[in-house]
């Protein structure tokens, strides 16, 4: 292949096309022709057979590409707002800057193809670590496109019509970026290296930005753009998948322990700082799954890939169903932390009713696998409280099907299985959905009970060692070893924990800055920096997808005074969005980040279900 129709040429050539058409209204001519500099560099480098400066020049450009929001044009800003205000768009600088982002990482990833620098692979590992740490001033930008636009125009035809052409390109060029940028690293360590660590490495340990890189490739289709650079990498259904697997294993000690902390004086592990360690990694990840709206995606991929027993697992060992009503003893140290992941699991919860119908599909053979992940269902019942009261019997349906595909998988059971746990699990996702006996819901399980040793299923039952509704494990125990009449059962809501704060579960990264910003570059309904700011006529101002979601489920209504208010009636505010800019680039100066070290990963340590119940 000749390198001008290698990807790393197209999307440079992209970059120029942009720079050329609209870029220059964007950033100003000064910058548009330094970049368009940085552009004849690579070219120079295509034509000639130095690899490393080949390399290097397409680093540079990146770098570039990556920083162009800091040199948005003052003057042009205020023409813009101006001229467009009736128009709608999500960054202040249009979509030029998000297409020459994605072009920008498509360059980097194609330094990996074969035929480009074969003599030197390891420097495309090097571009792509530079790159990685060049797009940390990006990251509230594609915070803000990929979550938070993404989630008013998923779900609301009101959402849908407040996104113009603009948006619409902004989010497929903020959705190529972190397609690319995960292909990069595919490609230079191989997608079966591809990780739950190494996509952690990717995001600097940063779980909030880890799971926005994954929710923008897994939302990419596979035909997005005018161009290569924002089309879908070839091997996007490999993608795909691998990034789903990725983020289903970080919730894994390998994971949360990749930098040690706490150690008693000898130098020994500090078992209770590392359960507590743990727990908040857990925790932090529940809370931004639910931040970045990230569910829907996966549950998308884990039906396309049948990945519902991990899926379950995931979030399952997310949520924590244990320390719901329990207190661990790492808490005694750590009861802000306690705090935060009781508001976490809780915030989690809250969403479950739209993995059940994922879960009900599931086709799992017999063994430990199918015990696994029945256990698992049955701790996120547990935690289902609001999904099984307000989803008009949907959730309860669902986990119904899940329970009557479970028993039809069990009626050839593997001879070495421990069918008595397995029951057991089946009695406790049916106790943890109030599924009783008695019940219609419940009759097959019933009838599926009577061919088992039933007294073996109760003793399991009895010492289950995950949490389970009292009342309806009696009133199974009942069932199973008949004694007494069933007491009555009503279905008890529990009260919603507070959220906590995050910082009480993890420090820095993405969720710093949303957070950390001064007051006043923060939005006044959900407290996070404002990427696009407007203001109300009372002078309140709000992140605009945040207040238009809000307007939507109020029936317009202002979230402050609870007057009539119209998201028209809000313009957007360029003189906060230029300080929010500036804020950005001194805290991002002001942390002094190093370059991220990429390689190829131990194995991690997936859990060992044949040994789950001491088998």
């Not at 360590?189 to 340990?205: K, Q």
């Not at 009503?325 to 809250?350: I, K, M, T, V």
């Not at 299985?417 to 219609?440: F, K, M, Q, R, S």
């Not at 957007?572 to 991220?596: F, L, M, Y």
Request: aromatic share 6%; glycine share 6%.
């Amino acid at each position: 292949m000749h390198r001008a129709q290698h990807l790393t040429a197209q999307a440079v050539e992209f970059i120029e096309e942009v720079a050329s058409a609209d870029l220059a209204d964007a950033v100003g001519d000064l910058c548009t022709q330094h970049l368009l500099a940085k552009v004849n560099a690579v070219y120079g480098a295509l034509g000639g057979a130095n690899s490393e400066a080949l390399a290097e020049a397409v680093e540079d450009l990146a770098r570039d590409c990556a920083t162009l929001p800091e040199w948005v044009d003052r003057d042009f800003e205020q023409e813009y707002t101006a001229e467009e205000e009736e128009e709608d768009y999500s960054w202040a600088f249009g979509p030029a800057v998000a297409e020459a982002c994605a072009a920008a990482a498509a360059a980097v990833a194609g330094l990996a193809e074969p035929g480009l620098i074969d003599d030197a692979p390891e420097l495309a590992m090097t571009a792509l670590e530079a790159f990685a740490l060049d797009l940390d001033c990006l990251t509230p930008y594609i915070y803000a496109g990929l979550c938070r636009t993404e989630k008013l125009r998923m779900h609301t035809p009101e959402g849908r019509r407040a996104a113009d052409a603009r948006d619409r390109r902004v989010g497929r060029s903020l959705q190529a970026v972190a397609s690319w940028m995960i292909a990069a690293l595919g490609r230079n360590v191989g997608y079966e290296n591809l990780t739950p660590l190494v996509l952690w490495d990717l995001a600097g340990g940063d779980a909030l930005w880890a799971l926005v890189l994954a929710r923008g490739a897994l939302a990419l289709p596979q035909h997005s753009g005018r161009a290569k650079a924002l089309e879908a990498p070839e091997e996007i259904e490999l993608l795909h998948q691998t990034v789903a697997l990725a983020v289903l294993g970080l919730h894994t000690a390998a994971v949360a322990f990749a930098t040690e902390e706490g150690a008693d004086g000898d130098g020994a592990p500090n078992i209770a700082t590392r359960s507590a360690q743990l727990a908040k990694h857990r925790a932090t990840l529940a809370a931004e799954v639910t931040t970045c709206h990230l569910l829907p995606s996966l549950v998308q991929a884990a039906d396309k890939f049948l990945l519902q027993p991990q899926l379950a697992h995931f979030l399952a060992s997310i949520l924590q169903a244990e320390i719901i009503e329990e207190n661990p003893a790492w808490a005694q140290r750590e009861e802000a932390a306690l705090d935060a992941a009781r508001g976490a699991a809780a915030s989690l919860a809250e969403v479950l009713s739209d993995a059940w119908p994922c879960f009900a599909q599931a086709q799992v053979l017999p063994g430990p696998t199918l015990r696994s992940f029945l256990c698992d269902a049955g701790d996120l019942a547990f935690a289902s409280d609001v999904a099984l009261a307000t989803t008009e019997g949907q959730t309860l349906a669902s986990i119904v099907q899940l329970l009557g595909c479970s028993l039809q998988s069990m009626k050839a059971p593997d001879k070495a299985d421990h069918l008595e746990t397995t029951w057991a699990a089946c009695v406790a996702l049916a106790a943890n959905a109030l599924i009783l006996p008695g019940e219609t819901s419940a009759a097959d399980l019933e009838a599926a009970l009577g061919n088992t040793q039933q007294a073996e299923v109760a003793q399991q039952l009895r010492t289950w060692p995950r949490p389970l509704r009292t009342a309806a494990k009696q009133r199974w125990l009942q069932f199973l070893e008949p004694r007494a009449a069933p007491a009555p059962l009503a279905l008890e809501l529990r009260n919603r924990a507070a959220p906590g704060s995050a910082a009480a579960l993890q420090s820095g990264g993405l969720r710093q800055i949303l957070q950390d910003a001064p007051r006043e570059l923060r939005c006044a309904l959900d407290g996070r920096l404002m990427m696009d700011p407007v203001r109300a006529p009372l002078g309140f101002l709000y992140e605009r997808s945040v207040l238009a979601e809000y307007l939507v489920r109020s029936g317009g209504l202002c979230p402050l005074t609870g007057n009539a208010l119209a998201l028209e009636n809000c313009p957007r505010d360029s003189e906060t969005r230029r300080k929010v800019q500036r804020w950005i680039r001194e805290h991002k100066a002001s942390t002094g980040c190093s370059r991220r070290r990429l390689s190829k990963p131990v194995e991690d340590t997936e859990p060992n279900y044949s040994t789950f119940f001491g088998e």
